[in-house]
């Protein structure tokens, strides 16, 4: 049975926080708000975790294009190829906010990523989710609660989304209602932004 817990973004309860890490580190699964959808998350060094959120999208984790949750730019270089002056400029510049980048992925990726060539990075304009990042040492891997219903697509309310998935996660964090519109996807492999998909973030 999931365990909500109400955590606001203007004074996010330390001890609140701190049941979210001890969760992930026990390889737990979470809901979260960010600056667009409300997203399930895990530890992305877990494998059973990363398995149980693959299961939950029902997908193989090998197929899975999970992105990863930084709370800055540091941990750039433990997963991607170092990037030329005017990509790591354009990041910078649109970091943080409601964008997925696709960068070139390094070998020293987790091993539930370990086939993948590239790598979705993002860096939410949310105090929770960078606290959470922050707090727990490294980011999270992270994917979008998509909504059953077509015309919605994404649900928005952390109630009805704590009842749908009572019995599939550890915690539901309740921080109000989410957004109901995506991140915008770049695809910075090229050097040059190609926006795969048009979301919040405006560049």
Not at 34 to 41: H, I, K, M, Q, R
Not at 91 to 109: E, M, Q, R, V, Y
Not at 161 to 168: D, N
Not at 183 to 193: A, F, K, M, R, Y
Request: glycine share 6%.
């Amino acid at each position: 049975m999931a365990k909500i817990l109400k955590i606001y973004p203007d004074n996010p309860q330390e001890n609140l926080i701190n049941e979210v890490i001890k969760t992930l580190n026990n390889g737990g699964l979470i809901i979260y708000p960010s600056d667009t959808v409300y997203a399930l998350g895990c530890n992305i060094f877990d494998i059973k975790a990363m398995e149980k959120l693959a299961q939950l999208k029902k997908i193989k984790l090998e197929k899975s294009q999970f992105s990863i949750i930084c709370n800055d730019l540091s941990h750039l270089s433990d997963f991607t190829r170092p990037v030329e002056t005017s990509t790591f400029r354009f990041l910078k510049s649109h970091i943080p906010g409601a964008f997925t980048f696709i960068l070139d992925a390094n070998k020293s990726l987790p091993l539930a990523y370990k086939n993948h060539k590239t790598i979705g990075i993002r860096v939410p304009d949310h105090p929770i989710p960078q606290l959470i990042v922050e707090k727990l040492g490294h980011p999270i891997a992270s994917t979008s609660i998509k909504d059953d219903d077509e015309v919605i697509e994404y649900s928005t309310d952390p109630e009805l989304i704590a009842e749908k998935y009572e019995h599939l996660v550890d915690i539901v964090i309740d921080s109000g209602y989410g957004d109901n519109i995506a991140s915008t996807i770049v695809d910075l492999t090229s050097g040059e932004p190609e926006i795969i998909r048009q979301g919040k973030g405006i560049i």
